[in-house]
């Protein structure tokens, strides 16, 4: 059965066509068809807010310029006749050839202009994804009494890696032996386990760190 999709310029149409593809390659299964091209010509720059349809119609773009695998079975956008059926002729109709489809023509204003709205709407949902942030509250404990806390702070602050931002000392109740210290990550780029585990519990820093426990992790 064929589907219908309408107002493919709209959040409205664009929803309905997101949700059609929760669960699809392309729109009539698992190869790509001249129903995809005819959905993706009607489609214009959709942002990250349809993250099926972004996905498909990157797809598409990408896939122009090889024949189309698939078996066709038809799709009907609303607002446009149906095809209909074609009339028996004696006359012997031209073989129809994919290759005669004019799939790289020039680009008009129109689909430049759809082309830099996606580009923009990839770079945005980028700098969205690396801007969440977290404060981290690290106990830093040495392995006795004779630890030199001074070399132990420098230990840990050599640590450097991107998205990794030292802090101030936090107070620690008087004859308690260990270092409290605040820091400020950049999540998609560092990891907690990991700055623990492959840096400050192993040489050099485990000269002076005997164990490192989290006290608090809070997003900014």
């Not at 409205?12 to 929760?22: D, E, I, Q, V, Y």
């Not at 099926?52 to 310029?65: D, G, K, T």
Request: some cysteine.
């Amino acid at each position: 059965m064929a589907a219908t999709f309408c107002d493919l310029h709209s959040e409205a149409g664009l929803k309905h066509l997101n949700g059609f593809l929760s669960n699809k390659t392309y729109i009539s299964g698992d190869l790509l068809t001249k129903d995809d091209i005819r959905v993706y010509a009607a489609v214009k720059a959709p942002s990250g807010e349809f993250p099926n349809v972004c996905r498909w119609y990157e797809a598409i773009s990408s896939s122009l310029s090889a024949r189309f695998p698939g078996k066709s079975v038809g799709v009907r956008l609303a607002g446009q006749a149906p095809v209909s059926a074609p009339v028996e002729s004696t006359e012997a109709a031209p073989e129809e050839n994919d290759d005669d489809l004019d799939l790289f023509g020039d680009e008009t204003e129109d689909e430049k202009k759809a082309a830099a709205e996606r580009e923009a709407a990839v770079k945005a949902s980028s700098k969205k994804k690396e801007s969440g942030k977290s404060s981290v509250l690290l106990d830093v404990k040495p392995w006795d009494d004779e630890t030199d806390m001074k070399k132990l702070e420098e230990a840990v602050r050599s640590i450097e890696m991107p998205g990794l931002l030292w802090a101030k000392l936090a107070p620690v109740g008087y004859g308690i032996k260990k270092l409290q210290i605040m820091m400020t990550i950049v999540d998609d780029l560092v990891s907690v386990d990991s700055l623990i585990e492959d840096h400050l519990t192993v040489e050099p820093a485990n000269e002076y760190i005997q164990s490192c426990d989290i006290v608090a992790f809070n997003k900014i």
